[in-house]
Every structure is written in structure tokens, then in C-alpha cells.
């Protein structure tokens, strides 16, 4: 299902933001709840209270900022250990490559719901509301994933356009690709792209922020991510992917 | 005597914190950790048995957790209700009338900032009767040396959540060792394993603070 409402704004060729605003999203009380383990109706009621308070904080405490960049995407010829995107080399595990490598371009993207969740979940920790902080920094890290759903649903639909597909989406810190090569993506996008800046140990600030690349062709299609054949085992991804329902959609 | 220790134990193991809050509905309107670790202290029961009750308490809610009865929110109001012991509790470690058992310098590795985990931790221990140095997040392995050379007695905790950010915790282990041949160090987080934690070195590993406590508890035997 693709959200024919969002708008786009190309800022240079090639590069464009997408305006997603609040009421675009839908996060669901019951979803939280499960990402945090708790089964249908099995969370105490003080939790589920907190969680609803929250969810009604959102609007005024999010300030989500989305977008993305096409470039062409190669394989080096001969290698399987990772891709260029533009004229960068990725060192990527065969998790991710497997997925990308026949496909000629990929959207490069960045998603932040800025940062007045973290603030918000941080001063509740120095307050010694431990439990609160935690239900805050949880919420604020599947608004962002919501509204990075929508983000990969738009690109989907735009693409579709011009009679091209995508694939899923693939982040530096997971699957086995690594955190540091933040740099590498960061270094393709223009700095301070929407208003999301990396330390100097690769973590995004605002912290509430998603990054990552999608592949682009004619004859790909988006598949369960490989899960049960990645040889990490232990992946906390993996198991939050077992207990969320799929994404949303407007 | 004995009961109000046993419900010091309950109050931690259920996260009642004190008379005024609502959680657990149960326990609504009754005396929480907070004023029964006082009566018991009023009483003349000594801080080690009050100690020994929040360790009760936690173990069960940590098993408890085990067995995914019970999640990060219930555990996180335990140790909130064990915080409001220990905060009775401070004066008698200042005073060395209770010993800490020890120092354990506890960080979220470079690159990565998830701290639930790590926080739940430190909490646990610190309610095990340990001091806690907390670094925080995203910290840099010279931030971990510079803290060894001012607690050179201290035990090192390494947390990590993501798959690639264990390299950097392997970093840290390898320098950590070499500057500091002798420095127990255990690791903990979602993508790690007992072989992971080997492989890079490290002396321990704890899938959960109960373990960690575990460890520690052991190294100071």
C-alpha cells in the first residue's frame, strides 16, 4: 500500500527531501506493546497508561525530517565483499550484496524525528523515572521506524513510475555491515542533510535517526529479510522482527 | 522483624517503590521499599540483612525475566524500588560500616548508544552491594584506560547491541589486556555469546545482570 499524499522536493538532482508530517503516521498502542514482549493484553495497566501518554506527547515532540539520493550502484567485478555506490566502495556482507548486487541504481536515505524524544526519555532517566525513559526511548525508536516505512514506501511508488522496483532496506550496524561505514554513506549525502550530523565514532545525532540504502532495478523484488540464514544469531533485530506485526501503512 | 525484610524483598521483586506510588495496583496504598527499609533500619536490623533482602528481590524478578514472565518496564521498577533502598542504605557504605564489594567500571562501547541494558545492570549490581563507575554510552576505549589508571582495583564492564560494534569491544578487550595484563573484564549484550566473549578475550560473560552479578560475586570470593 503506497501513501499517494507525501510530497517531494528535489533539492539537487538526484536528491530530494520528503515531507512526512506527523498525522501521516499511525503508532499503535498495541504495537508498542509487543515490541516490548507482551502479548495480547498481558502488559500491566500502569504500563499501558504510560504508553498511551506518550503516544499523545508525539505530535509536539517529534520533528521528522526525511530524505533521500539516487546514485548508480555497481558491483566490482570479480569481488564479492561489497559495492560501489557512486564512486564508494561498501564493504558489505553477502546478507546485504546478495539482495543488491544485479540491480544498477540505489536510494541512498537518511529519516530523524529530531530530537525531542531523546531529550524527553533522557531527563526521565536523570530523574530517576528509569521505566518512563525506557517506554519513551522504545516509542520514539518505532515512530522513526514507521515513518522510515512510509519513506520506503514512497521511494517505491515513485519509482514505480518509471517502471522500476526496489528492494529492502539494508543500515550500517546491522546485517553485518558495519557501523563505521556511516562515514562512507554520509560522505554522499550533503552535510547536515536533514539536520542529521555523525560523531566521530559513526552514530547519528539526533539519535532517533534512521539511515541506510535501498536497492533500485527493473526485475528486483522485496523479500523477508534472510534472518535464518545470517550466520548472526543473536541479533537483536532478528528478534524484534519476530514479535512486531509489518509495518504500517496510511 | 523477619516479615518487614521479607517484604522488602516483595517490594523490590514487585517494584513497589514507596507508599504514594500506584504501581504495582496491588500493593496500591500500602508501605513500599522506601518506608520499610526505614522501619527496619528504626528497628536496629542490620544493613547487610536489608542488603541481602533487595538481593532476594532481584533474583526473583530476575528469573522471572528469565522466563519472560515479566519485562524490561517490570524489571526497571524493581530496581527503581531497590534504588529507594540503597538510598537508605548509602550512609553505611560512606561510612564503611558496609563494605562495597567492589568497583566495576561499566560502558556502552564506541559506536554504539544503546544503554538499557547496561543501566539495568548497573543497577543490579549496585544493589548487590558494588560500586559502579558508569561511563555511559559510546565510549572510547582511551576513556576505559584513563578510568583503569584512577581504579586500578576496578573489574570492566563491556556492553554492546549491535553485531558491529562487538569489533570495537574486541579493540577495547585487546588494549584494555595489554596495558593491563591482570584486568577481569566481562562483556554483555544482545549479539554477543560465552564463544564471542572468548574469542575476544574477555574473562566473563553475562547473557542477563543476574549473571553479572554472578561473575562478579565470584572474582570477589
Known sequence: MMNHSLKQIEVQKELFEVVINFSDLAIESKEVELTLGYMENKIPKHFSMLIDEIISELPKRCSIKTGYRILQLKKPPGKNDGLFIGDTFFKMDKIVTGQIKKLEKAALFVCTIGSGMENWSKQLLIDGDAAMAYLVDSIASLTVESVTNLLHDFIENEMMKNGLKITNRYSPGYCNWSVSEQHLLFSLLPQNFCGITLTDSALMLPIKSVSGVIGIGPKVKKKEYLCDTCGVKDCTYRATRRNTKSKKHI | ?221
Open chain 2, 1 to 221: 522483624m523477619s516479615e518487614l525484610v521479607e517484604k522488602i524483598s516483595l517490594c523490590v521483586e514487585r517494584g513497589k517503590v514507596n507508599k504514594s506510588s500506584p504501581y504495582p495496583k496491588d500493593l496500591s496504598g500500602q508501605d513500599g521499599a522506601d518506608e520499610l527499609t526505614k522501619q527496619v533500619l528504626d528497628l536496629g536490623i542490620g544493613p547487610d540483612i536489608i542488603l541481602n533482602a533487595c538481593n532476594i528481590g532481584m533474583q526473583r524478578i530476575g528469573e522471572r525475566f528469565g522466563r519472560n514472565e515479566v519485562f524490561v518496564p517490570e524489571l526497571l521498577m524493581a530496581a527503581k524500588a531497590m534504588n529507594a533502598v540503597m538510598a537508605h542504605l548509602k550512609p553505611f557504605f560512606k561510612s564503611g560500616a558496609v563494605k562495597a564489594k567492589g568497583k566495576l567500571i561499566l560502558g556502552t562501547v564506541a559506536g554504539d548508544l544503546h544503554d538499557i541494558g547496561k543501566n539495568l545492570v548497573s543497577m543490579v549490581i549496585e544493589g548487590n552491594g558494588w560500586e559502579v563507575i558508569d561511563l555511559g554510552v559510546d565510549v572510547k576505549t582511551e576513556k576505559f584506560i584513563e578510568k583503569i589508571k584512577e581504579h586500578p582495583e576496578s573489574i570492566i564492564g563491556l556492553s554492546a547491541l549491535l553485531t558491529t560494534t562487538m569489533a570495537n569491544m574486541s579493540k577495547t578487550v585487546h588494549e584494555i589486556k595489554s596495558q593491563f595484563p591482570k584486568m577481569k573484564i566481562i562483556v554483555g549484550g544482545a549479539p554477543l555469546s560465552q564463544k564471542a566473549a572468548e574469542q575476544m578475550g574477555a574473562d566473563g560473560y553475562a547473557p542477563d545482570p543476574q549473571g553479572a552479578v554472578a561473575f562478579l560475586n565470584q572474582l570477589a570470593s
